[in-house]
């Protein structure tokens, strides 16, 4: 159970919505209400209820001032590009205790702090977030109090795991857990065409790959085993998943995922320049 004060989500798209379903499970109590925002009334309808106030910037431009003002979790949900304006715009109508939590890639905790007087968070969740089996990295700025960054831990919880680390980590940490699941579905695509050209329908195929990416994660979960003790069951001395690994091992995917982290932590960088 946790018991959150009251939270407003400024940009409610594809992550705040994820944010947002985790602070509506049944486990969760969020005193003082929520409130969401958005541009357009079609999205901010669809996220309208008893326990949601839901705001559209068409039908009232005043609307994320309305959101933010009384509420002590102000998570920022917009794009990159938009977060100093908003900073700006929601900045004066912001609670003195409010605590305000940057979901933005490359958007620094110092850009953020040099435009609002409040304590400031970054957090990098991942889209897994959406079935509550997120991975979100928190990185507290300089004013957030240990109390401050409970709070924020206790939001990105009800979403999956979190791991608190410092700001100079958390373009890594998005480098692996933030873009992982495009990574991993990438492996499913390349395996799902390998399946088709062994002669199987796409839809055989995908229920052997997509089956078997699913159990082999649940598998890795519930044994509580290491990966490489898992896959060792699975590799029989001299069999043929053997000589499946040794192609894989040929090809190096482990000098393959250096690059790809790398190229992926250098477009942060140019991102954060501008
Ligand atoms: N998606 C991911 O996997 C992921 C992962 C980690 C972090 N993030 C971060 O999350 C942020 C949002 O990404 P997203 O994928 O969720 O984008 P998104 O779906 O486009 O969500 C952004 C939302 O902000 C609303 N919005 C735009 N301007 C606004 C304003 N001035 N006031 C209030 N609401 C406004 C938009 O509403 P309308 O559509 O009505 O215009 C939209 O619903 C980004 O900064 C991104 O870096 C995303």
Known sequence: MSTLPTIAIIGAGSMGVAILSGL???SVTVEGGIRVTNRTEAKAAALRSDTVASYALENDPGANIT???GARIVIIGVKPAMVSDLLREIGPALAEDAIVVSV?????ISTMEALVAQVVLRAMPNTPALVGRGVTGVSPGSRATPEDVALALTVFDTVGQVLEI???KIDAL?????SGPAYVFYLIEQLTK???ALGFTWQEAATMVNGTFLGAAELLEASGEEPAELRRRVTSPKGTTERAIWELEKADLSAVFDRATAAALARAKELAAG
């Not at 933005?104 to 620094?108: D, K, L, Q, Y």
């Open 194 to 196: 390998t399946a088709v």
């Open 67 to 69: 959101a933010v003002t």
């Open 174 to 178: 998005s480098t692996i857990s933030g």
């Open 24 to 26: 509506l499970a049944p």
């Open 104 to 108: 933005a890639a490359g958007v620094t």
């Open 166 to 168: 410092p700001e100079s």
